[in-house]
């Protein structure tokens, strides 16, 4: 693993060829080079920000759609339906928490209810378990829905996941079995060179036999620069509030609204960490960094939720924020095997349900690309992680012999998400870097919670220092530039 690659003094005497070169670090970008690291081959991640899942990956719902929206025929239909059935066989293999809570897309008027036969009837031709349930079932199995709820399409197979863990692993995964990373590290030029692609970054220039664009809603810019043609992306944002774990039994599954043209809508959910999830808004926007916050649109998203769940206690909300998703001009998936470009792969268009399709989705793409350089399977590899130790997980007897022998996890870091030391020198410990405070606080939920790192945030910078070697004063909160404390505030009495 590099931070950066080869310094621009160094490229004159030495120019890196790979087989693969992947840009980006999503959920896409991630699975992909693990599914590629089980093959023989030299396979570079490219990714620009300060760790992976920063994108669309670490801003979404984190639900795992059962597969009733999408069209029939259509690529986010198959992927989708297929992708949902990994989930449980990947999640046991890279120790990601995911539940099997169902979801209620519900109905308030006869319009709505019509809806719903439309909705079932999609779900019945892409393969996916679902009824039409009305009251007094409906009550019963979500006491907290609003009483004026008429009718709901239950889909049993929906799931959460832990979006955050799903990338980190998935890349954590890749680099044990070979596979390179660079962060901060931004492709800036791609180019045709003997048959080979020239790949430039904001800190140094590679040679590749294939390229695999999954830089989300940046695909279109570098696909231009091979002259290939665009395909009418467009950034969508969502917004959303987090509220805190205030009451693991309020709502029991995923609630929607009836679908529009604009998406799914307005959804409320549990997240697998306990806590609950209300958004995200769906406006298209001029840039995919874009992710600000404003006060109309949570207002809206707040009425919105209201009316799925009117005892919403927006009280106990404890943060807002915003990702954005890549659209295409289709409205469907874009699996891209350039036929001007041989060896250059793009899967483009990837918004909702990207999440729940990109195992089947990363599984279809990287045949392409292993048939296309002939690579073999490697004699041996890991195919998961190793999972983490979790005290709050066993029952009271493992708890108190653990603890006995592991006291680092008996020292608290972060109160409000209980997570000790033990648990944070672990992720430090692992292959993949955490380069920031949003990096640890992704893979451990220190900062997470409702003091949102005020309190804990002083705890973790010296251990991230120690990790990296540079002072506290150093430490990022996220992007170049964010150091957290810019001047020493404590000096120990003489
Ligand atoms: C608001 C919202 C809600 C959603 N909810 C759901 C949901 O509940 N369920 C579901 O299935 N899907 C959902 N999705 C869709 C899902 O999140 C995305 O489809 C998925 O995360 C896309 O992953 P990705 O790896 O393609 O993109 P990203 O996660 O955006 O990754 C692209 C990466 O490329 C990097 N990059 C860009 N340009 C360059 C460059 N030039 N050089 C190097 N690196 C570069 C970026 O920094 C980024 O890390 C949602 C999306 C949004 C935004």
Redesign the pocket.
């Known amino acids: 693993m590099f931070i950066g690659g080869p310094s621009r003094g160094l490229f004159l005497l030495y120019l890196a060829v790979f087989d693969v070169i992947v840009?980006?670090?999503?959920?896409?970008?991630a699975l992909l080079s693990r599914d590629l690291s089980f093959y023989q081959g030299r396979v570079l991640l490219?990714?620009?920000?300060s760790d992976?899942?920063?994108?669309?990956?670490?801003?979404?719902?984190?639900?795992?759609?059962s597969g009733y929206d999408p069209l029939p025929g259509t690529k986010k239909a198959l992927y989708n339906v297929r992708g949902n059935a990994m989930y449980p066989g990947l999640c046991r293999l890279l120790d990601v928490d995911l539940k099997k809570i169902g979801s209620l897309t519900v109905s308030f008027d006869e319009e709505g209810n019509k809806k719903l036969e439309e909705l079932k009837k999609r779900a019945d031709t892409n393969g996916v378990e679902a009824r039409i349930i009305g009251q007094p079932e409906l009550a019963s199995l979500e006491p907290s829905l609003s009483d004026k709820a008429l009718e709901a399409l239950y889909c049993p197979s929906a799931y959460i996941v832990d979006p955050f863990t799903l990338t980190a692993h998935a890349m954590e995964n890749a680099i044990d079995n070979g596979v390179e990373l660079h962060l901060l590290?931004?492709?800036?030029h791609l180019e045709k060179k003997d048959g080979h692609y020239l790949v430039r970054?904001n800190n140094g220039e590679y040679e590749s036999r294939a390229v695999v664009l999954?830089?989300?809603?940046?695909n279109e810019v570098?696909l231009k620069e091979l002259g290939e043609e665009g395909y009418g992306g467009k950034a969508r944002k969502?917004e959303y509030y987090v509220f805190d774990h205030f009451n693991p039994d309020f709502l029991k599954h995923v609630l929607f609204p009836i679908p529009t043209s604009k998406g799914k809508g307005v959804l409320v959910t549990p997240t697998t960490s306990g806590n609950y999830l209300v958004?995200?808004s769906s406006e298209f926007t001029s840039d995919y960094e874009e992710v600000s916050t404003d006060e109309l649109t949570l207002k809206e998203v707040k009425r919105m939720a209201q009316e799925l769940v009117p005892s919403l206690p927006f009280n106990e909300q404890i943060r807002v924020y915003a990702?954005?998703?890549?659209t295409s001009e289709k409205g469907d998936f874009i699996i891209g095997i350039s036929k001007e470009n041989p060896g250059l792969f793009h899967?483009s268009g990837?918004?909702?349900?990207?999440?729940?399709?990109?195992p089947a989705l990363c599984e279809d793409l990287v045949k392409e690309i292993v048939s296309y350089l002939d690579l073999k399977k490697k004699d041996s590899y890991q195919k998961g992680v190793k999972p983490y130790c979790r005290p709050l997980k066993m029952s009271q007897e493992e708890r108190e012999k653990f603890y006995l022998e592991h006291p680092k996890y008996t020292k608290i870091v972060c109160a409000c998400e209980k997570v000790s030391l033990g648990e944070v020198e672990d992720v430090l410990s692992r292959s993949l870097p955490c380069l920031s405070l949003k990096a640890l606080k992704k893979r451990t939920r220190a900062g997470f919670g409702k003091c949102q790192g005020g309190f804990c945030g002083p705890n973790l910078m010296p251990l991230i220092a120690k990790k990296l070697g540079i002072k506290e004063g150093e430490v990022l909160y996220d992007k170049a530039g964010s150091q957290v404390s810019v001047m020493e505030v404590r000096k120990d009495e003489d």
């Open positions: 840009v980006g670090g999503g959920i896409y970008g490219l990714e620009k920000e992976v899942g920063n994108g669309a990956s670490g801003a979404n719902s984190a639900i795992i759609h590290e931004e492709v800036v970054t999954l830089a989300g809603g940046h570098l969502g958004g995200p990702g954005t998703r890549a899967l990837i918004d909702s349900p990207g999440l729940a399709s990109a």
